[in-house]
């Protein structure tokens, strides 16, 4: 039989109708502050749930989407040897290709299809070994041979690469599958930067001749090792391209891009673009000039990015067609007399120095 204290400890909770008659059983005063504590404890409680939400959660952006720009011109050689002179080609380039090193977003250059790197005998000899299991938007490995292929087709003449000249001072050699030597003619510390030259597949381009390297499909069909792969190209009856569309590389080696697609609109003029964009053919504009800032429509939805280009715009006087271009004085008079501050602000908006 249980104890008085065992029955006791058995009821000392309040049933629900007890509870119920607690408000007639309280002075008004003591009836408030009973209500003043609830009120109390629940807001703390809700308060504490709101800033743990804060302060321990993030939002984190969900991967796929589709992302449309207007690009200015025509895609013609989307290939890391020829791309340098044409800015759409470079720009489709630098995210279907990747480069033994790459530029961080803050302009330092790091490993990219390099693993890892080794800089021998003062300066002469650098020896890159190959991140593992990176593959070719088909599937196949990459390999030595590629480098040595894109190295060797940069350099010869023939193939006429706007990059020739920075590969002069360098030769490569194969150590195994996935490492390569170069070894320079002197030392170069832009060499580093050098490497930063797109990869090209030598199981393909390696079976299409200098004549026809220009013209080759793969020209606009590429097939890199970079975050986005080639989906789709369509023309118009003329042959202009009209529109190119990249898709994420599900087998990228780094980090993937979370939007899944990319499409990107060209066209033959800088109006025609902006048309585009006050239209909502497109999400994007690449760079315009800032004259036309005018005609662009919904600048109130639009993220304006400025980016600092290492270029520069000045007047060369040839001194030996005109005598008085000869003259010192004279050249410096011109310099003096020329408001640059009224150029810049007037011609670019202050968005020079």
Request: charged share 25%; net charge neutral.
């Amino acid at each position: 039989m249980p104890s008085n204290i065992e029955q006791n400890s058995k009821r000392r909770w309040p049933k629900w109708y007890q509870w119920r008659r607690l408000p007639s059983l309280l002075e008004p005063r003591e009836l408030y502050t009973v209500w003043a504590a609830i009120i109390i404890i629940l807001f703390s409680a809700l308060s504490w749930l709101f800033f743990d939400r804060i302060y321990n959660y993030t939002n984190a952006p969900e991967a796929g989407g589709e992302y449309r720009e207007a690009l200015i011109g025509q895609p013609r050689f989307i290939n890391p040897i020829l791309s340098e002179s044409n800015d759409v080609d470079r720009d489709l380039t630098s995210i279907i290709y990747s480069g033994l090193m790459k530029y961080t977003p803050s302009g330092s250059i790091e490993p990219d299809l390099a693993e890892s790197y080794e800089v021998e005998e003062e300066g002469l000899v650098y020896i890159v070994r190959l991140r593992d299991e990176v593959s070719w938007h088909d599937g196949r490995p990459l390999r030595a041979d590629d480098i040595i292929f894109t190295v060797n087709a940069a350099q010869n003449p023939d193939y006429k690469s706007p990059v020739r000249t920075n590969w002069q001072n360098a030769r490569i050699e194969k150590i195994d599958d996935r490492t390569v030597r170069f070894i320079l003619n002197q030392p170069s510390t832009s060499f580093i930067e050098t490497m930063t030259l797109g990869i090209m597949p030598s199981h393909i381009w390696s079976n299409i001749s200098v004549r026809n390297f220009a013209l080759a499909e793969p020209n606009l069909t590429p097939i890199g090792t970079g975050p986005y792969k080639f989906s789709n190209l369509s023309k118009d009856g003329t042959g202009f391209v009209r529109s190119l569309q990249l898709e994420v590389n599900d087998d990228y080696y780094d980090e993937k891009p979370y939007i899944k697609n990319l499409v990107f609109n060209f066209y033959e003029t800088e109006n025609e673009a902006i048309a585009a964009w006050n239209n909502g053919e497109v999400m994007g504009l690449s760079f315009f000039n800032l004259k036309n800032l005018k005609f662009l429509q919904r600048q109130t939805e639009a993220n304006f990015h400025k980016i600092t280009l290492p270029r520069f715009v000045g007047v060369f006087f040839n001194q030996t067609q005109h005598k008085a271009l000869a003259d010192k004085n004279v050249r410096l008079a011109l310099r003096y007399a020329t408001d640059k501050r009224s150029i810049i602000r007037e011609t670019l908006g202050n968005n020079a120095t």
